[in-house]
């Protein structure tokens, strides 16, 4: 069925309208502006909260040069309603199409209404739904069926008879300039084959095999019927196996011998447009020209171009077997099979092959070769397949590609020899780089032709926090039960999670609770909101009963409006009839103003929120190029030799990039570039570096399930990045482990950020709130916050496990930092450090001014004395002298400010380098420990005596406040009536001595030389310390 799109905007509601009536009132309606259409809604009189609840619809055009993709909403007074002569203006607002949602994710948004000019007067709100929905185009009405006539006048009534009803020839339907162009134009189509019966099908025929094809249209005079196109590859991957590399073995892939275990003889060629085979010789050139490998600049601008030979095998016909033919292609120190063909009408393969061409013997000869296996095994060896016929092509005559250029269209070859007299090939090769569109799904020899090493992008699932609250319940009691007070517990649960709410007793049989409980769903709604009722007993709960919701009935929204509750009948749980049990009071909602939280929220890559409707324009892209790795160590045994399979996982964002997987390199070349869009330059990209384990099974592991091993990984903030920049660096990959840190090699990667917005928008995000204001409206708590990563960690894993190739469970979780959050000694002595180095600056300011105070250096002290005398006497210049020197320094740290690569793992920092191998042992221990006893117990006693160092010093902290407390609580009657009494003797001064002479004085009795002071502490630092705390109270 034909569809449509269509956009609805349903005008709900507007709030705290002007008055423009001059009653105090104002009558208002909406007129709504959409790609040259206009529509309005009826005029509410006198009412400034105006209701309409009235449903828009607009067509959605296609892209215009006249029309922008933009809503425009304004909204008039009446002139009808009240004294006034014209519309007043009320407010208008433009909503792009990127706030646009489809059906079923609509919510209610207030959007405040914006000025027309800078002087206009606009207040209110007005609420709103915006959607697409795509509605079904009915088909057209049949035609009436004519009139039965008498037979003298159908002669006469033909021409009158609609065209439906008649079946002229062509030549009489048609305009004399309408048929000489399609015969001109036929002239120039090919023929199809059933307009040439005297040509038999080629693959049962046999003259066919005795004319070569015809020159440059070799393609064009043989078409493919429509029912023989070739199918998905989808449905080929789930019928079909994956090319197989010979040899079988996986150490001597690349070393392989570059000839045919059966020798071909000559092979002929006719003129055709394309690459032309050759006449195979008895040795292979191995040079190539350098102006034939002269690649066109690639738009991966950011990594290494990695030219490839590219060989897409279509189709055969004419092949005399009843087999599953193979494809056997040989370049360079290459030998690849095909998987076996499907049968149709022809022998499809539709498989693309992609040929590393940077290895310096690379051929270039070009071999493809078609073979028929006798016993139907597609493993089987070369030599006991029939030899049907092949192909050579001579590589310095294949054309070169770029992305730009349009694909090379595959054309039909003889193949020559072998058992096929009359058979065909229909291929295509070409020379390009990885930015080829046929790259990615190709069959590549740096990755063994292993379908799960394929480079592929995944996103996230949308995810959202939905709010239940329990408010209460009523009849869950028989009436017959008497009055005696029974504790009551409801428990919700999604999936995997359960949350319980605070015991409720009564003795009514009507608890109540007015609790909140937060559950993180993922799209597509598919799951169940179970709600069970329970009586809290000694033996344990016992079930009254139980709801059950789905979660696409469910109201969504964008704020803390109120949203309406429901009453849900509660069935019996232990009988499969459905009987009352009483009801419960709920509130539900999707909250789509909170971001959730799949990071750290000191790491996160995304702050948006969840509804569409909240996202703000991107304020630029960055471009991430992953060049490679170098010195990687070997992390697994294949055949008794070590090796490391390697592939990256970048992720920012819900997007989600995974490389291609590189078999047996320790130096693997990747260089694949990708683009993510930026909301918030205050973010962070997260590049992790995988060992795969499926490629092939390691030794001494057959059957046994392994998981991806870690080798590192790297975290860039995006605020660090200049605008327009590439920075290209080499990053160490570390990992930390109980046996200490392990260097495991280093990561290549190249990184771009490009502004799209203007620049006062991009520094303008500077000022805006990290999360959404729903974060702040509602905000939830640290230990709830844990609780809902936690959950969302596990649904973001559990999806992208399903993917194909799956991302493992494991590379989730490290790149999400899932377990970071678990105690370790180490981190706390890195804290402290970090905290020592935060106040390192106060303490070197406190210094000088003590060595100001002793006049070690008299001409800076001087200086000062200057400097005390000007703020005194003019204290107008303190702020802007602040704010200068805080500019003069900042100007001169630009000149020292750091060269270096762009900020990564710091070993030193972290105290990777020198912590105890205990200490890491703890910090890896599983939670409850794993460890002995003795292990346990000591490691019990180390954190108390760092306990009691934190005791003593939260203590003294206290005692200083308390200290402060007493001086005005006469806890100690002396020294409050000492302090209380200089209070006043201060004040009557200040009231008679002006301030600036008080000031005057004091700094300079606080600077004065050191042989008018005493060694003694001052006392007013004495007559602190003896003041009382509550010290001497705690047992």
């Not at 065209?163 to 048609?174: A, D, I, L, N, R």
């Not at 009352?580 to 509130?587: A, D, I, K, P, V």
Request: aromatic share 8%; charged share 25%; proline share 8%.
């Amino acid at each position: 069925m034909a569809t449509t799109r269509k956009l609805i905007v349903e005008v709900v509601d507007a709030r705290n309208l002007l008055p423009k009536d001059g009653h105090g009132s104002s009558s208002p309606y909406v007129q709504v502006d959409y790609y040259g259409q206009r529509k309005r809604t009826n005029t509410v009189p006198r009412d400034i909260n105006p209701t309409w609840n009235e449903v828009l619809e607009f067509n959605v055009g296609k892209p215009s040069n006249v029309f922008e993709d933009i809503v425009e909403l304004h909204v008039y007074h009446d002139k009808n309603y009240g004294p006034t002569r014209r519309n007043n203006f009320l407010g208008q607002i433009r909503l792009s199409s990127s706030q646009f949602v489809h059906k079923g994710e609509e919510a209610l948004i207030y959007f405040p209404l914006e000025k027309k000019y800078l002087l206009s007067w606009i207040s209110g709100d007005i609420g709103l739904k915006v959607y697409y929905v795509d509605a079904v185009v009915p088909p057209p009405a049949p035609p009436a069926p004519p009139a039965p006539a008498p037979p003298q006048v159908v002669e006469e009534a033909k021409p009158s008879v609609p065209p439906e009803t008649q079946k002229p020839s062509e030549s009489e339907s048609k305009p004399a300039e309408d048929v000489s162009k399609e015969v001109e134009k036929a002239d120039q189509e090919p023929k199809p084959e059933e307009a040439a019966p005297a040509e038999p099908p080629p693959s049962e025929g046999e003259k066919a095999s005795e004319e070569p094809p015809a020159p440059a249209t070799a393609e064009t005079e043989l078409p493919l019927p429509k029912e023989t196109e070739p199918t998905s590859t989808a449905a080929a991957a789930e019928e079909t196996e994956e090319a197989v590399l010979e040899p079988k073995d996986r150490i001597e892939t690349m070393s392989a011998a570059a000839s045919v275990s059966k020798p071909l003889p000559d092979v002929r060629f006719a003129g055709i447009n394309g690459p032309q085979p050759i006449k195979r010789g008895l040795s292979f050139a191995s040079d190539v020209s350098s102006e034939s490998m002269t690649i066109e600049r690639s738009s991966f601008d950011l990594v290494e171009k990695m030219h490839y030979l590219f060989v897409r095998v279509v189709k055969a016909r004419g092949l005399p077997t009843n087999g599953r033919p193979v494809v056997k292609i040989s370049v360079s120190n290459y030998h690849v099979r095909s998987k076996p063909a499907r049968k149709t009408a022809f022998f499809e393969w539709d498989q693309t092959f992609a040929f590393n061409r940077e290895s310096p013997d690379s051929s270039s000869i070009l071999e493809v070769s078609v073979w028929d296996p006798p016993n139907q095994d597609p493993a089987s060896d070369v030599a006991g397949l029939n030899f049907l016929g092949g192909i050579c092509f001579d590589v310095t005559e294949i054309p070169l590609r770029d992305p730009p250029d349009s694909p090379l269209a595959p054309q039909w070859y003889r193949l020559e020899e072998g058992g096929a007299h009359n058979g065909h090939l229909m291929l295509a090769t070409w020379l390009g780089t990885q930015a080829d569109e046929s790259f990615p799904d190709a069959w590549k020899t740096d990755t063994a032709g292993n379908p799960k090493s394929k480079s592929k992008v995944y996103q996230s699932p949308k995810l959202w926090y939905l709010r239940a609250t329990v408010v209460e319940a009523q009849d869950v009691l028989p009436i017959t039960t008497s009055l005696k007070e029974v504790t009551f517990q409801v428990k919700a649960q999604l999936g995997t999670q359960i949350f319980k709410t605070k015991t409720s007793v009564t003795g009514t049989g009507t608890p109540s609770w007015n609790e909140d409980l937060l559950f993180v769903a993922a799209e597509p709604f598919s799951d169940q909101l179970i709600f069970t009722v329970d009586i809290r007993q000694p033996k344990g709960p016992l079930s009254i009963g139980l709801a059950r919701i789905p979660l696409t009935a469910i109201e969504r929204r964008v704020d803390d409006r109120k949203v309406a509750s429901r009453w849900v009948s509660l069935d019996d749980p232990n009988e499969k009839k459905r009987a009352y049990r009483g009801r419960l009071h709920l509130q539900l909602c999707f909250d789509g103003g909170y971001h959730v939280m799949d990071e750290a929220a000191h790491l996160c890559s995304d702050y948006r929120p969840t509804a569409r409707q909240l996202w703000k324009p991107p304020v630029g892209t960055v471009e991430l190029g992953i060049i490679g790795c170098k010195n990687l160590i070997p992390l697994k045994t294949v055949n008794g030799k070590g090796c490391t399979d390697a592939y990256c996982v970048a992720k920012y964002g819900p997007k989600w990039v995974r490389t291609r997987t590189v078999t047996d390199r320790m130096d693997p070349k990747w260089n694949e570039q990708y683009t993510f869009k930026v909301y918030d330059p205050c973010t962070v990209l997260t590049i992790g570096v995988f060992d795969s384990s499926d490629v092939f099974e390691t030794d001494g592991s057959k059957g046994a399930t392994h998981s991806d091993l870690r080798i590192g990984k790297v975290r860039i903030r995006i605020s660090t990045l200049a605008t327009g920049k590439v920075y290209r660096n080499t990053y160490p990959l570390f990992m930390l482990s109980n046996m200490g840190m392990k260097k495991m090699g280093e990561v290549e990667i190249a990184i771009r950020f490009v502004r799209m917005s203007p620049t006062l928008d991009l520094l303008h995000v500077y000022s805006q709130s990290l999360l959404p204001l729903m974060h702040h409206v509602k905000p939830l708590g640290m230990a709830q916050q844990d609780v809902l990563r936690k959950t969302t960690v596990n649904i973001v894993a559990a999806h992208l496990s399903r993917s194909e190739p799956p991302l493992r469970r494991e590379v989730v979780l490290y790149m999400l930092d899932a377990d970071s959050q678990s105690f370790s000694m180490r981190k706390v002595r890195a804290n402290w450090c970090r905290i020592i180095n935060v106040i390192a600056g106060v303490i070197d300011i406190a210094r000088w001014v003590d060595n100001t105070r002793s006049w070690k250096n008299p001409t800076a002290t001087i200086l000062v004395h200057a400097l005390l005398v000007m703020l005194v006497w003019f204290p107008d210049l303190i702020v802007p002298s602040l704010a200068f020197y805080v500019f003069v320094i900042g100007a001169w740290n630009y000149r020292f400010r750091s060269r270096d690569p762009l900020p990564h793992f710091d070993p030193k920092l972290s105290l990777a380098d020198t912590v105890d191998r205990e200490e890491l042992d703890e910090e890896f221990d599983t939670v409850p420990s794993s460890r002995s006893a003795d292990v346990v117990k000591m490691r019990y006693d180390k954190l108390r005596a760092v306990g009691m160092r934190v005791q003593t010093m939260l203590g003294y902290f206290a005692t200083q406040g308390e200290r402060v407390q007493a001086l005005v609580t006469w806890r100690d009657p002396r020294a409050t009536g000492i302090f209380v009494g200089l209070c006043f003797i201060v004040a009557m001064i200040l009231y008679l001595v002006p301030s600036k002479m008080v000031a005057m004085a004091f700094g300079f009795y606080y600077l004065r030389h050191p042989i008018f002071r005493d060694r003694m502490p001052s006392p007013a630092l004495n007559f602190f310390r003896r003041l009382p705390s509550l010290t001497d109270r705690i047992m």
